[in-house]
């Protein structure tokens, strides 16, 4: 059962992301010839439906949308005819190339609307210990109290209150309770030494309090969700750009790559965890494939995207030759990183860390 929500998530990833591109061409007029989920010759399902042929292939690992005069390969060759890609203005065409990337930030956030419906298990803002001599002891913040807000914005998360205190600049107010009644203090955090999620260190405002361990489930209600989906989608997105940053610079090993065997594995196990769990999987998944199509490397969204811009800017298309090889090089450097990717997925499940 694990396997199958696995590939059905990714499928149907990969048809939002599609889908994306197919309603950005049908709006503007761009004739759509073919959409595809899966790659590979062998159609396991087709059907035209007017002048679109729909089908599911072989190789559930991707997708693709056929749009008329689009060319993977020779930009020379474009037909300039209204219903045609390049017979659109340029900035229409901008919107197409970037509407699938834009559909999985899309899903991401309704996926994160409905787990902040639904609820979901959280660390309790509830202090456990608290470091003599630092801010929240002077203050004094005992074992036990819960925060309640800091700066009049309600906390619900003990990730809340870290990311609060962590963006603060001056004194805190911080109302909590203790013995079911509230209290309030006034503290101004200690400038101290900390990890990041990539393991450096860092300088950041800290107050000296360590969670309880209490673990609640904690929902929220439909105006406040659309504040959380917002929030989640975009820190999203910042942890997947940093994460690139962090491997491009040598931080991240690239032993952490995970290809294929790893996604479908921890879909697997998430489906496992419950509902909830699951599409908080999957909308990070969708960030992450609508972020990594925005790159500028010429076999994705965001190569296509780039040349774009250099035809507005030159007001001229590249030569074939040059065209050729950058996707050429594009898709080198893609099929090396999913063979790095399934290079270590290899490794873990030799080493028996592959989460199976």
Request: hydrophobic share 50%; charged share 15%; glycine share 10%.
């Given at each position: 059962m694990g396997m199958i929500s696995s590939i059905l998530v990714l499928s149907f990833l990969v048809f939002f992301?599609?889908?994306?591109?197919?309603?950005?061409?049908?709006?503007?007029?761009?004739?759509?010839?073919?959409?595809?989920?899966?790659?590979?010759k062998t159609r396991i399902l087709k059907k035209q439906i007017g002048e679109t042929e729909y089908s599911l292939r072989l190789i559930p690992l991707g997708g693709f949308v056929q749009l008329k005069?689009?060319?993977?390969?020779?930009?020379?060759?474009?037909d300039t005819a209204s219903d045609s890609l390049y017979g659109v203005a340029t900035y229409k065409r901008l919107l197409i190339l970037a509407a699938g990337s834009f559909f999985n930030l899309l899903l991401a956030f309704?996926?994160?609307i409905v787990i902040g419906l639904m609820g979901k298990n959280e660390l309790a803002p509830v202090v456990g210990k608290v470091e003599t001599n630092m801010p929240a002891d002077i203050a004094g913040l005992r074992s036990g109290d819960e925060i309640l807000s800091i700066n009049g914005r309600?906390?619900?998360?003990?990730?809340?209150m870290s990311q609060t205190i962590a963006k603060s600049k001056g004194e805190l107010e911080i109302v909590f309770l203790r013995d079911s009644k509230e209290y309030q203090t006034i503290?101004?955090?200690?400038?101290?030494?900390?990890?990041?999620?990539?393991?450096?260190?860092?300088?950041?405002?800290?107050?000296?309090?360590?969670?309880?361990?209490?673990?609640?489930?904690?929902?929220?209600?439909?105006?406040?969700s659309i504040f959380y989906a917002f929030g989640q989608t975009l820190e999203s997105s910042k942890l997947i750009l940093q994460s690139i940053e962090k491997m491009l610079s040598g931080v991240v090993p690239l032993s952490e790559v995970g290809g294929?065997?790893?996604?479908?594995?921890?879909?697997?196990?998430?489906?496992?965890?419950?509902?909830?769990?699951?599409?908080?999987?999957t909308a990070l998944i969708s960030v992450n494939?609508?972020?990594?199509?925005?790159?500028?490397?010429?076999?994705?969204?965001?190569?296509?995207?780039?040349?774009?811009?250099?035809?507005?800017?030159?007001?001229?298309?590249?030569?074939?030759?040059?065209?050729?090889?950058?996707?050429?090089?594009?898709?080198?450097?893609?099929?090396?990183?999913?063979?790095?990717?399934?290079?270590?997925?290899?490794?873990?499940?030799?080493?028996?860390?592959?989460?199976?």
């Open positions: 992301h599609e889908l994306g591109h197919f309603l950005a061409a049908k709006f503007f007029g761009v004739r759509v010839e073919a959409f595809s989920i899966g790659f590979g005069g689009q060319s993977d390969f020779d930009p020379t060759i474009r309704l996926l994160f309600k906390i619900q998360t003990w990730e809340a503290l101004i955090p200690k400038i101290g030494e900390s990890k990041n999620l990539f393991g450096e260190k860092i300088a950041r405002p800290l107050i000296g309090i360590f969670s309880s361990g209490e673990v609640r489930l904690v929902s929220y209600s439909f105006a406040d294929v065997v790893s996604i479908v594995s921890i879909t697997k196990k998430a489906s496992e965890l419950g509902i909830v769990t699951l599409f908080a999987f494939l609508g972020i990594l199509n925005l790159l500028p490397i010429p076999a994705l969204d965001g190569g296509h995207i780039l040349f774009t811009f250099y035809e507005m800017l030159t007001k001229r298309i590249p030569t074939q030759n040059t065209f050729y090889r950058l996707s050429m090089a594009g898709w080198i450097v893609l099929l090396g990183l999913m063979g790095l990717g399934l290079y270590n997925d290899i490794l873990r499940i030799l080493n028996g860390t592959m989460p199976f």
